[in-house]
């Protein structure tokens, strides 16, 4: 099944999974450093309460939010999309062809 194809509380579940990752990994980056919740809410230039609300990870997330964030810690964010085995080399509904387009910014399999 396509991820367009999906309805959307697997959408919402993945998003969900997305933001308990990330605040997870911000959680050991600020554990890592020594800081606190005060102290990233302070170089952010936000309040406490909004860091608590990423923290949380039931704000929706902004790529945005997780750049100031990194930002303020001296840290970067970065975003890996990849197949799940179970769909790799399965053409997405409605397309005759699974493989990648030159010039779209992807790898060729030649």
Do not use: C, Y
């Not at 997330?61 to 964010?77: D, K, M």
């Amino acid at each position: 099944m396509s991820f367009f194809a999906r309805g959307e509380n697997s959408t919402d579940l993945a998003g969900a999974q997305l933001a308990r990752q990330a605040t997870a990994s911000l959680a050991g980056i600020l554990a890592g450093l020594g800081r606190s919740r005060s102290d990233l809410a302070k170089a952010m230039g936000v309040s406490p309460g909004r860091v608590s609300q990423i923290m949380s990870g039931d704000a929706n997330l902004t790529v945005r939010t997780l750049a100031a964030a990194a930002e303020a810690l001296g840290a970067q964010v970065e975003i890996t999309f990849s197949v799940h085995p179970q769909t790799a080399g399965v053409p997405a509904k409605g397309s005759g062809d699974s493989s990648p387009r030159r010039g779209a910014g992807l790898p060729s399999r030649r």
